[in-house]
């Protein structure tokens, strides 16, 4: 039996009978002998003999049949198990035959190695000699047919891949030598032509050389040829291609207007101010527009002052309230015409509005009407719906020229000044001219007093009362 030597770790063989140990042959080390009984002995014995039986199980299994028809003539042929997968000619039409695997069920059962039983002394192998005689019988009823081997590619499909790849290199040859050549200038007459002359430089000529009199002397320069444009079509010139330009944002100023009022006989505008209204179109460009209508996003530029929107004209509804505000929003390439409302001061300018995100517009309103002569604004003046007060005035004045209905004004002079007179409401007081048409003006209602503001307007025509300059405390009149 084969031991080990555990000081120098060789392997050599040793007489299990000899004794309890066996000298190394290398270092001569005393290494111990393991001893076998008989049961140890018979087990290895079977096992031995068990493995002997796997080997030739297996050797045999390599010489297994495959049985396979032929899918173009329909003969049945035979061949080894070593053909498994591989392809091969018919014998009887040459046909081309692929050799399958064998089928699961057909498959080698080779036998396992059982446990051995307590006391059994060696192992079952009865199963290994039932599978070899069972293989040498089928061995020895069926003969192995020959086939030819199809090994590697068919000489057919190895030819097409051969020409298919030389037809492609040929190919890629031709198109890059085009490319390397490129197209190449006619050559000129005999006269040498100098480079190309740069954008406003003139160009150059080189003398051809003497012609065959033998001279010496050189002959006319011949002028530098240039190269057509392609003829398209009916011979006209190739157009450049133009790069599309993207559309902007435009703004355009219709009409503008002034007036005393927001809206039609309500919210009346402060005291040396008017209301411009102007109205604007304004296209989207490529991109969606987005702006306020009213604030820093729309102004009007009035001698170097900046006044900012109101929002938009309510189109002359009273009580709507005197602007509407929100935001306007247009998609790409989408218009829309709106009027904004500005508190401007009463004097003849041009301005130019301003919207984010638009180009400049240049605003021209009409002009103000020259303030009215003392003599102009005499008369009496009845009271223009609706009334802009407030539900409950405080002051007695106020209060007293509120609870007057139907009411009138009355302008004349007396003693050398303006009186003025809201006969339904027992209030008068005098007037003093504070120039543009702007009169200051003392109510009294008996001890009670209120100094407050007449606006005269449309050359007399129209006035307004301010008891306030607060909103919701104005009174507007129309000349009888």
Known sequence: ???RCGQC??????????GATAACPECSHEVPIPRLDDETLAVASAVLRADEGFAELARKGLGRKIHVTCGS???QLTVGARLAGKRGRCP????????????????????????????????????ADRADAHWQEAAESEQLD???????????????LITGGVVAVGLAIGLWVGLL?????RPTDSAAVSAAPGDGEPSTLTPTRPQGNGGGSPTRPTPPRTRPAPPVGNGAPVPLPVPPVAAQPVCQVRRSAIDLFASEGYFAAEPGKLYLKVTAEVKAGDEPLAFASHGPDVTIELGGKSVESLGLETGGAPFAGPVRRRDIRLGASERGTFTFLFLVPAERQMGVLKIDGLQDATVGWLDVPAAPEEATVLGTYAERPPRN????????????????????????????????????????????????????????????????????????????????????????????
């Open 1 to 3: 039996m084969k031991v």
């Open 9 to 18: 770790g060789t392997m050599f063989e040793a007489d299990p009978d000899a």
């Open 73 to 75: 003539c329909g003969k």
């Open 92 to 127: 009887a039409c040459r046909g081309r035959i692929q050799i399958p695997y064998p089928e699961e069920e057909e498959e080698l059962d080779l036998p396992y190695l059982p446990e051995a039983e307590p006391g059994a002394g060696g192992l079952d192998v009865t199963h």
């Open 146 to 160: 020959e086939i030819e081997i199809i090994e590697g590619m068919e000489p057919r499909m190895k030819a097409l």
């Open 181 to 185: 050549a490129g197209p190449r200038k």
């Open 389 to 480: 007060l407030e539900p409950l005035l405080r002051d007695p004045v106020m209060a007293a020229v509120q609870a007057a209905a139907e009411q009138t004004l009355v302008v004349r002079r007396a003693r050398g000044k303006v009186q003025v007179r809201i006969p339904q409401a027992g209030v008068g007081g005098p007037a003093q001219a504070a120039g543009g048409g702007l009169y200051t003006l003392v109510l009294c209602h008996g001890d009670d007093r209120l100094p407050c503001k007449l606006r005269f307007a449309d050359a007399g025509r129209r006035a307004i009362l301010y008891l306030s300059d607060e909103p919701f405390h104005q009174i507007s009149y129309e000349r009888q």
